[in-house]
């Protein structure tokens, strides 16, 4: 095997480690819940502190690997994951396993976009693409498999195993990055904007914990100063932004109609979804008995959907445009997920199986459509910060949107019984899916910029 796609091994085997800590403990999550004794709303932060963590790192990780080369740097992240995957998987109360999932996040941040860095900077042109195609094949197949698989560990097991199982991945990842890369020289990088990065970090995590505390029944005053700091934090920012010349998040490129509208289709789409899908699986396991690997399974009509439009969004992008198939995908997710409304036992299978098709056949188009959007108003430098601005706010979409239908829901089941409460959360979900719709006529109407 050549040092490039040594290289390129060692990202994608890294990255399919991350994605499937994302969806794989989601599977795991009532059980959680019982073990620890704690509400849907809560049990969301299992998933958010893993993505706090990824969100606080990904900027940080070129300057350290500039100062530690890549070579240490994604051998020692590697350790450290494998570690908090260890204490997760012991964890003796829900405090515990939050903060080992906020290092995990931060272990994995580091390697993502090192190593994708280094593969790409070693694969050009037509080249390109195939790396590409590996990439989007791994990104479909985490989270296709890996809710099956954790679903299946829960029920011969214990949740527990779902984090240990990672341990082998982990410690291969650091072994390969160890024996397979090079010290090699990496250019200087200035000194990252510490405190803009605190600050939009300390935004979120407030926002994230204020819609918690109020989707858990907590006084509403303290739900209310938690979203009060998270304004606080981002006016902060807002200031900071402006005395400061390399700031972590440039605001301005929000003046692109297409990087705004994409990344509202992400919330709208793949962050509505990480809700919907959340939700379902609570409603799946607690009150229609279903098994989690049953559960999990889900996931693979879901990926299925995804891939057939993801490959169908390649061949019509240039042909129609990004205006037109944000649209269809939108209609298709939000049928999707009004379709789980009509859910009511277990033997409404095939509906279960058409909702996540149609869920999938969406949300492949919109991400897809979003990802190839976002950035083509930018060249140069710009389009570094721009990527910046972009993957922040795909990592921010996935906790958002958990925490806001869990507090939906929540708010609901206080009025409704349970079973009306989730039909309710998801009907809501589906117009929140369709809001971008108000903002498509920003678009530009020409289809090939830059192209």
């Given at each position: 095997m050549t040092y490039r796609y040594r290289?390129?091994?060692?990202?994608?085997?890294?990255?399919?480690?991350?994605?499937?800590?994302?969806?794989?403990?989601?599977?795991?999550?009532?059980?959680?819940?019982?073990?620890?004794?704690?509400?849907?709303?809560?049990?969301?932060?299992?998933?958010?502190?893993?993505?706090?963590?990824?969100?606080?790192?990904?900027?940080?990780?070129?300057w350290l690997a500039s100062r530690w080369g890549a070579r240490r740097l994604l051998a020692a992240s590697m350790l450290v994951f494998a570690a908090a995957v260890w204490a997760c998987g012991e964890a003796s109360s829900f405090g515990q396993m939050v903060g080992w999932r906020?290092?995990?996040?931060?272990?994995?941040?580091?390697?993502?976009?090192?190593?994708?860095?280094?593969?790409?900077?070693?694969?050009?042109?037509?080249?390109?693409?195939?790396?590409?195609?590996?990439v989007m094949a791994v990104a479909l197949l985490a989270p296709a498999l890996s809710p099956g698989l954790g679903g299946w560990i829960v029920d011969q097991a214990s949740w527990r195993w779902v984090f240990h199982a990672n341990i082998p991945l982990a410690l291969a990842a650091a072994a390969l990055s160890w024996m397979w890369l090079r010290d090699e020289p990496s250019p200087a990088q200035s000194r990252p904007d510490l405190p803009g990065l605190l600050l939009i970090s300390a935004a979120l995590a407030s926002a994230l914990l204020g819609m918690s505390l109020y989707g858990a029944g907590q006084a509403g005053v303290v739900a209310l100063a938690c979203?009060?700091?998270?304004?606080?934090?981002?006016?902060?920012?807002?200031?900071?932004?402006?005395?400061?010349?390399?700031?972590?998040?440039?605001?301005?490129?929000?003046?692109?109609?297409?990087?705004?509208?994409?990344?509202?289709?992400?919330?709208?789409?793949?962050?509505?979804?990480?809700?919907?899908?959340?939700?379902?699986?609570?409603?799946?396991?607690?009150?229609?008995?279903?098994?989690?690997?049953q559960t999990g399974r889900f996931m693979v009509?879901?990926?299925?959907?995804?891939?057939?439009?993801?490959l169908l969004c390649g061949r019509l992008y240039n042909r129609v445009g990004a205006g037109r198939l944000f649209l269809l995908a939108m209609l298709l997710h939000s049928l999707g997920i009004a379709a789980l409304a009509a859910v009511d036992s277990r033997v409404d299978l095939p509906i279960l199986i058409l909702a996540y098709a149609l869920m999938g056949m969406g949300g492949g188009l919109g991400a897809n459509t979003a990802q190839t959007t976002a950035l083509m108003d930018f060249d140069?430098?710009?389009?570094?910060?721009?990527?910046?601005?972009?993957?922040?706010?795909?990592?921010?979409a996935f906790s958002v949107g958990a925490a806001l239908l869990l507090m939906l829901f929540n708010?609901?089941?206080?009025?409704?019984?349970?079973?009306?409460?989730?039909?309710?959360?998801?009907?809501?979900?589906?117009?929140?899916?369709?809001?971008?719709?108000?903002?498509?006529?920003s678009l530009p109407a020409d289809h090939n910029h830059h192209g």
């Open positions: 290289i390129a091994s060692v990202f994608l085997l890294g990255f399919f480690i991350d994605c499937i800590n994302i969806f794989m403990p989601a599977v795991a999550l009532p059980r959680m819940a019982a073990a620890f004794q704690i509400g849907s709303a809560a049990s969301a932060w299992v998933a958010n502190a893993y993505i706090l963590g990824l969100t606080l790192v990904i900027p940080l990780s070129p906020f290092v995990q996040g931060m272990a994995g941040g580091l390697l993502i976009p090192v190593g994708q860095a280094m593969t790409f900077n070693r694969f050009q042109g037509s080249e390109r693409a195939r790396i590409s195609t590996l979203v009060g700091a998270a304004l606080g934090f981002a006016y902060l920012y807002a200031r900071h932004f402006r005395q400061v010349a390399d700031a972590i998040v440039d605001l301005r490129l929000l003046q692109s109609p297409r990087l705004a509208l994409s990344i509202w289709v992400y919330y709208a789409i793949p962050g509505v979804f990480t809700g919907v899908n959340l939700l379902n699986i609570f409603y799946l396991q607690d009150l229609l008995h279903m098994g989690a690997a009509v879901y990926a299925a959907g995804a891939l057939a439009t993801m140069g430098a710009q389009t570094h910060k721009a990527s910046v601005l972009w993957n922040i706010n795909r990592q921010m708010g609901l089941a206080q009025h409704w019984p349970a079973p009306q409460a989730y039909h309710l959360t998801f009907a809501i979900a589906a117009l929140l899916g369709l809001l971008p719709l108000l903002q498509l006529r």
